[in-house]
């Protein structure tokens, strides 16, 4: 079997939203086709990656699917940038890596799952993710992410997920200001604090936690993310603040480029630390497992390299008992990859399911709407990754053809 062609995708979204998913489609001369997705869909390197597909897609025509490491060590080390180049470089392998497995897959008419160690996970327990900006209720009245400010909302957004059968939630309780200013949810890329946490902005973050923790009661587990908007005193204050709260654990509480910074976090405070959307492949993870600061690792499949790395980088963190919640901030491809991955590996903890999910956009994008019930996926058994991109998806989109 060999690569014989690949698009490159955009697909169409409303002007100016802040999700525009990137993807390629890998054809073969035996007629199978397999879909793969960077996730930079969101912030502003959608381009970038869009471009970076491209170029890769055009050194792997005539390659075989089926030898994914082949294509993966190709990339890596023969485009001189694959080695160290970043977020760009990666997710574009992974867009390449995701549609290979999908082909084999569907080649084999097994999931991915099967082919990477079998079904470890019989149900994938998920969260209802960042609810600061929402859940069903809200987001399917408007079909928008609102930003939420006032710890009454926070209330009722968990009661929202709760009903739906949610037991975990996750909330950033920094990223919206004191009060609303009118601003679109992504406008400041969030409420950023450095320094010294002023005692109403604490005073803030923590009540939004408190009335989630009131609203779902002692049982249910809260995930408190912080997008890396605090520094390492800040994030110390304010994970010294939660720990009444029983939080299941502490998302990038600041940016990941300096691991020794979570050393100083964890020594002032007892909430188990979390990070890994913004780090890239094994080597962007070894120092973490080495110094054994993170309780949960959170690599995005979609920007780290693939289910070739990620499964990696798994199986890296099982030596050093720490847990796997794969990042999922994609579109419906990148979501299915993760739960193939997350049904096979035995250090998974939960799944990430983004309020972006409930999104028309979303909804659409997809041939097939998979989603949990009861606060539990099941994983999918179609041939491949088990999902591909929707007609009106690929009919829309703009695509770049490489042959």
């Known amino acids: 079997m060999k690569i014989t062609k690949v698009d490159v995708i955009q697909e169409k979204v409303p002007e100016r939203a802040s999700w525009r998913p990137i993807l390629c489609r890998i054809y073969t001369d035996e007629g199978i086709y397999g879909d793969g997705e960077a996730a ?163 005073k803030r973050s923590v009540e939004r936690i408190a009335a989630a923790r009131e609203a779902g009661g002692p049982d249910l587990d809260i995930i408190v993310e912080i997008h890396s908007l605090l520094d390492a005193n800040t994030a110390a204050v304010l994970g010294k603040a939660l720990e009444p ?8 509480p600041t940016m990941p480029c300096n691991p020794d910074v979570f050393k100083h976090i964890k020594s002032r405070c ?29 690599p995005d499949l979609a920007n780290t390299g693939g289910i070739t790395e990620t499964k990696k980088i798994c199986d890296m963190a099982q030596v050093y008992d720490v847990g796997v919640q794969i990042h999922v901030c994609g579109g419906p491809i990148a979501t299915a990859a993760a739960l193939q991955v997350e049904a096979a590996i035995p250090n998974f903890v939960i799944h990430e399911e983004h309020n972006a999910n409930l999104l028309k956009v979303f909804k659409e994008a997809g041939k097939y709407y998979h989603a949990p019930v009861n606060g539990f996926y099941e994983v999918p058994e179609l041939p491949g990754i088990g999902q591909e991109m929707s007609e009106k998806a690929m009919a829309t989109a703009r695509r770049v053809v490489i042959e």
């Open 40 to 202: 930079l869909a969101y912030g502003i390197a959608a381009p970038a990656a869009f471009g970076m597909v491209r170029d890769l897609a055009s050194l792997i025509i005539g390659m075989d699917p089926f030898n994914t490491e082949e294509i993966w060590e190709h990339l890596h080390r023969h485009t001189f940038w694959g080695m160290g180049g970043g977020v760009v470089v990666t997710s574009a392998m992974a867009a390449i890596d995701t549609a290979c497995w999908d082909i084999k897959g569907k080649a084999l008419n097994v999931p991915v799952y099967k082919l990477i160690g079998g079904k470890t996970n019989k149900k994938l327990r998920a969260y209802a993710s960042q609810l600061q900006f929402g859940w069903r209720t809200l987001i399917e009245k408007n079909d928008a992410l609102t930003l939420l400010y006032d710890p009454q909302d926070y209330y009722d957004v968990v009661k929202d997920a709760v009903a739906e059968g949610y037991d975990a939630v996750k909330i950033d309780p920094v990223f919206a200001p004191l009060e609303d200013a009118g601003m679109a949810p992504f406008a400041t890329q969030g409420n950023q604090i450095r320094g010294c946490y002023r005692e109403h902005d604490l």
């Open 270 to 298: 007892s909430l188990p630390l979390a990070t890994g959307e913004r780090s890239y492949t094994r080597w962007g993870f070894r120092q973490f497992f080495e110094d054994r600061t993170l309780d949960v690792i959170q």
């Open 245 to 252: 709260y029983r939080i299941m654990y502490y998302e990038e």
